[in-house]
């Protein structure tokens, strides 16, 4: 019923900056909060940030604080994610998904896109 599309990764240097970006399509006036996700080979996939759309509130993983900017653009049906300095360790699978309730946990999300790779070299 819904469906995300990630793009926007790619491999970049230690220090550069990608703009991820998730567009949505169907209905969904009940997914009030879109997030962000990685996993990185053999490791757990983790929440990076989330977006209460309504109001625009977000969270970040105290990883990316400072960072990372995750923005939407309602008129688009755009989801972005912003990554700045990026680092070694941000290298992984990044996901959008979308959900009822805003949390940075996957299980409370109903949707997920594909995702797309971003790799940062030292």
């Known amino acids: 019923q819904v469906q995300l599309v990630e793009s926007g990764g790619g491999s970049v240097q230690a220090g550069g900056s990608l703009r991820l970006s998730c567009a949505v399509f169907g209905d969904t006036a009940s997914s009030r909060c879109m997030g962000w996700f990685r996993q990185a080979p053999g490791k757990d996939r983790e929440g990076v940030a989330d977006?209460?759309?309504?109001?625009?509130?977000?969270h970040y993983a105290d990883s990316v604080k400072g960072r990372f900017t995750i923005t939407q653009d309602n008129a688009k049906r755009t989801l972005f994610l912003q990554m700045n300095s990026l680092k070694p360790e941000d290298t992984a699978m990044y996901y959008c998904?979308?959900?009822?309730?805003?949390?940075?946990?996957?299980?409370?999300?109903?949707?997920w896109g594909q995702g797309t790779q971003v790799t940062v070299s030292s």
């Open positions: 977006i209460y759309t309504p109001i625009g509130g977000t």
């Open positions: 998904a979308a959900g009822d309730v805003c949390s940075l946990r996957e299980y409370e999300y109903n949707y």
